[in-house]
């Protein structure tokens, strides 16, 4: 199954998402892919990364060129994460 901009998050998807959104809420800026590994007990920085470029290629976040952190969300992803919604 391809992904595409649109489609619903995975639950785990989701449960990233649901933790960005709500981190950035909290302290007004993203977390690191580190922290989110750390906080969601996932083993390792890479599982997070291939969760996050899924959530890209959804459109709830966007990849970042510049600065410290490797994502931004759009209006989409922050709906989506304050929501809770995972089917469209």
């Known amino acids: 199954m391809t992904t595409r901009k649109g489609d619903p998050p995975t639950a785990k998807q989701a449960q990233v998402l649901h933790f960005v959104v709500d981190y950035y809420d909290e302290h007004g800026y993203l977390p690191t892919l580190r922290f989110i590994a750390d906080r969601l007990n996932i083993p390792n920085i890479g599982s997070v990364q291939s969760h996050v470029k899924a959530l890209i290629k959804r459109g709830y976040l966007t990849r970042n ?12 992803g922050m709906e989506e994460g304050r929501n809770g919604n995972t089917t469209k």
């Open 65 to 76: 060129t510049e600065g410290s952190r490797y994502f931004s969300l759009t209006s989409e």
